[in-house]
């Protein structure tokens, strides 16, 4: 049985999670938190810095919410296709993958970590993660011009739908991208990240910046 370490809050941990839920593939998930120091012991032995979410399975560690998603795509695949067998289109596929954790997951967390420090956002760490996020909504609205927008769940979906369910809290996507906006919808709908949202909902008390009342 695979055993996943996360949070129900995490949005790294919710990508994992979607890739599992969307190809119903058993598993155990290992909460973390107070209640259960040895899933925290576990998770700080098996990487550099003892982030989650950490997967097990059997005597392999597998860490990292992306590297997560290509092993069970090559050794517990299902019908949802998670990574494209043609290398090529694979490739397309792992960048997109980046843009959402990098240009929007980590922009919408300098929000976050200086309300984390701070017990508030500042003026200017919120005006340039705004920029930041901004720039992103644009790219990835023209983006959404040539992608399908499948219902299959893949890299990307599981990448996308975490990053812009926290980001538009952080920084709403504007009205002049509505081929985005119309996109996290559909994502948020989808039923292995409604389960994620859904999990999530007694937590959300936590989220420093004050969940809105919404998704």
């Known amino acids: 049985?695979?055993?996943?370490?996360?949070?129900?809050?995490?949005?790294?941990?919710?990508?994992?999670?979607?890739?599992?839920?969307a190809n119903?593939?058993?598993f155990t998930f290992k909460v973390l938190g107070p209640d259960f120091p040895e899933h925290g012991a576990r998770v700080q032995l098996a990487s550099p810095m003892g982030k989650f979410p950490l997967l097990l399975d059997g005597s392999r560690e597998v860490f990292e919410a992306t590297s997560i998603i290509e092993y069970?795509?090559?050794?517990?695949?299902?019908?949802?296709?998670?990574?494209?067998?043609?290398?090529?289109v694979a490739i397309r596929v792992r960048m997109i993958d980046r843009v959402f954790d990098s240009y929007v997951?980590?922009?919408?967390?300098?929000?976050?970590?200086?309300?984390?420090?701070?017990?508030?956002?500042?003026?200017?760490?919120?005006?340039?993660?705004?920029?930041?996020?901004?720039?992103?909504?644009?790219?990835?609205?023209?983006?959404?011009?040539e992608y399908s927008r499948p219902?299959?769940?893949?890299?990307?979906?599981?990448?996308?739908?975490?990053?812009?369910f926290y980001a538009d809290w952080v920084t709403r996507i504007p009205d002049d991208c509505q081929r985005l906006q119309g996109w996290r919808a559909q994502l948020l709908a989808m039923p292995a990240v409604a389960r994620c949202i859904d999990d999530a909902r007694p937590y959300r008390s936590y989220f420093p910046l004050g969940a809105p009342d919404r998704d």
């Open 105 to 145: 997951m980590n922009a919408a967390q300098e929000s976050v970590d200086d309300a984390i420090r701070n017990g508030s956002v500042s003026t200017e760490v919120q005006a340039r993660v705004d920029e930041r996020l901004q720039r992103a909504y644009r790219w990835i609205d023209a983006w959404l011009a």
């Open 72 to 88: 069970l795509a090559l050794h517990h695949p299902g019908p949802a296709p998670l990574m494209p067998a043609e290398a090529d």
């Open 151 to 164: 219902d299959a769940v893949s890299l990307i979906e599981c990448a996308a739908a975490p990053s812009l």
């Open 1 to 21: 049985m695979l055993e996943l370490y996360g949070h129900p809050f995490s949005s790294y941990t919710w990508k994992a999670l979607i890739a599992l839920y």
């Open 24 to 26: 119903e593939t058993p």
